[in-house]
Nanobody, 112 residues
Framework: QVHLVESGGGSVQPGGSLRLSCVAS????????MGWYRQAPGKQRELVAY?????THYADSVKGRFTISRDNAETVHLQMNSLKPEDTAVYYC????????WGQGTQVTVSS
């Protein structure tokens, strides 16, 4: 059983930056992939980025602005630069073993 805790969300003006972090506990050695999803009000949850064995993948909407990184087996970050109002959403950390675990989510609001 993997438990995920996110931090780093908040409110920022357009063009600003935020750094999300996610710390995993329990079953860490079984994690193959860690990533971030987001869900905006009235929209479906969508993949933002993931990292697996050093390979990274980004949604087209965030390429060149967001960077995913993994410090160690426990921690993954999402550096978000040049934020836009359309980035406003609840961001969820995920960890994949034989199943996918989800964090509780952290709110990111981009507004002037």
């Amino acid at each position: 059983q993997v438990h995920l805790v996110e931090s780093g969300g908040g409110s920022v003006q357009p063009g600003g930056s935020l750094r999300l972090s996610c710390v995993a506990s329990g079953g860490i050695s079984e994690i193959n992939v860690m990533g971030w999803y987001r869900q905006a009000p009235g929209k479906q949850r969508e993949l933002v980025a993931y990292i697996a064995r050093g390979f990274t993948h980004y949604a087209d909407s965030v390429k060149g602005r967001f960077t995913i990184s993994r410090d160690n087996a426990e921690t993954v970050h999402l550096q978000m630069n040049s934020l836009k109002p359309e980035d406003t959403a609840v961001y969820y950390c995920t960890a994949q073993t034989w199943t996918t675990y989800w964090g509780q989510g952290t709110q990111v609001t981009v507004s002037s």
